[in-house]
């Protein structure tokens, strides 16, 4: 007697009134069926798989031509709820942010700041994901790379805020880091930040920025303020404060390398 090969169920005898009109060497093949719904289900699963995967390459193919200024790489991809600790509160508030997100008219972004390693990169991969699945179109973008590409494209800054203005969501990583953003060179690179948040802003439509800057309602304390600040004025932090919610991700950091994954690579 056949068995499933999933739950070992016994195969049980085909009642189909029309089975002795087939030809004898198919009715061999179904005189007994399954008596659960187990190959139901794994070509469920089958099919699942296959349109995750299609998906997973609709949307890489999409960013691909931002490639140069986005940090969205194989590893920001796979960054996803399920595979996520829930349990920290600026998690579940990213999870039900992106969900609001496909059911609010009016939308409001997002500033995660906290340490380096927290997982700031993570929530807002999640969200990303989360988002280009059901179809909304999202940018990430590097601001480092993004001004390498201004000196190197004429038309790179035209293009991007038409991009910035037009995309669902416009996501800002590790905003404050660039290479060489001091008080001394905050100028041509400050006014290209406010141009980029200004037109974002002016779109009317959400943006989300993780940082490792400190921030705080004070604007004498806050790191946006001290970084940004050109003539006594807090353009981009103001900016900022009207578009952003401010969510701090707390505690240890989880780079480095798991003992976990290395004994496993081991044994």
Same mark, same amino acid.
């Given at each position: 007697?056949?068995?499933?090969?999933?739950?070992?169920k016994?195969?049980?005898?085909?009642?189909?009134? @029309?089975?002795?009109?087939?030809?004898?060497?198919?009715?061999?093949?179904?005189?007994?069926?399954?008596?659960?719904?187990?190959?139901?289900?794994?070509? $469920?699963?089958e099919?699942?798989?296959?349109?995750?995967?299609?998906?997973?390459?609709?949307?890489?193919?999409?960013v691909?031509?931002?490639?140069?200024?986005?940090?969205?790489?194989?590893?920001?991809l796979?960054?996803?709820?399920?595979?996520?600790?829930?349990?920290?509160? @600026?998690?579940?508030?990213?999870?039900?942010?992106?969900?609001?997100?496909?059911?609010?008219?009016?939308?409001?972004?997002?500033?995660? @700041?906290?340490?380096?390693?927290?997982g700031?990169t993570?929530?807002?991969?999640c969200?990303?994901?989360?988002?280009?699945?059901?179809?909304?179109?999202?940018?990430?973008?590097?601001?480092?790379?993004?001004?390498?590409?201004?000196?190197?494209w004429?038309?790179?800054?035209?293009?991007?805020?038409?991009?910035?203005?037009?995309c669902?969501l416009?996501?800002?990583?590790?905003?404050?880091?660039?290479?060489?953003?001091?008080?001394?060179?905050?100028?041509?690179?400050?006014?290209?930040?406010?141009n980029?948040?200004?037109?974002?802003?002016?779109?009317?439509?959400?943006?989300i920025?993780?940082?490792?800057?400190?921030?705080? $309602?004070?604007?004498?304390?806050?790191e946006?303020?001290e970084?940004?600040?050109?003539?006594g004025?807090?353009?981009?932090?103001d900016?900022?404060?009207?578009?952003?919610?401010?969510?701090?991700?707390?505690?240890?950091?989880?780079?480095?390398?798991?003992?976990?994954?290395?004994?496993?690579?081991?044994?």
């Open positions: 007697m056949m068995k499933c090969k999933y739950c070992n016994d195969y049980v005898r085909n009642k189909n009134r @029309y089975l002795e009109l087939f030809p004898e060497s198919l009715r061999k093949n179904v005189e007994y069926i399954p008596a659960c719904d187990c190959l139901e289900k794994e070509k $469920e699963r099919m699942e798989e296959l349109e995750r995967k299609r998906v997973h390459e609709c949307i890489k193919n999409k691909k031509k931002y490639e140069e200024i986005s940090v969205i790489d194989n590893k920001f796979e960054s996803r709820f399920e595979n996520a600790d829930m349990s920290s509160k @600026y998690m579940q508030l990213g999870k039900k942010y992106a969900e609001n997100f496909l059911k609010k008219d009016k939308q409001i972004g997002l500033l995660f @700041y906290g340490g380096v390693g927290t700031k993570f929530a807002t991969a969200i990303a994901n989360y988002l280009m699945e059901k179809g909304k179109t999202v940018l990430v973008m590097n601001l480092g790379l993004y001004f390498n590409k201004l000196t190197e004429g038309d790179t800054e035209k293009i991007v805020l038409k991009q910035a203005e037009d669902d416009l996501i800002i990583d590790d905003f404050g880091t660039e290479k060489g953003l001091d008080k001394s060179q905050t100028g041509w690179r400050g006014e290209k930040i406010y980029l948040i200004d037109a974002r802003y002016r779109s009317e439509k959400p943006l920025i993780s940082t490792n800057l400190n921030f705080s $309602e004070d604007e004498i304390r806050c946006l303020s970084k940004f600040s050109t003539q004025k807090n353009r981009i932090r900016r900022i404060v009207d578009m952003c919610f401010p969510m701090e991700v707390t505690g240890r950091s989880r780079r480095g390398m798991k003992q976990e994954a290395f004994i496993e690579f081991m044994l």
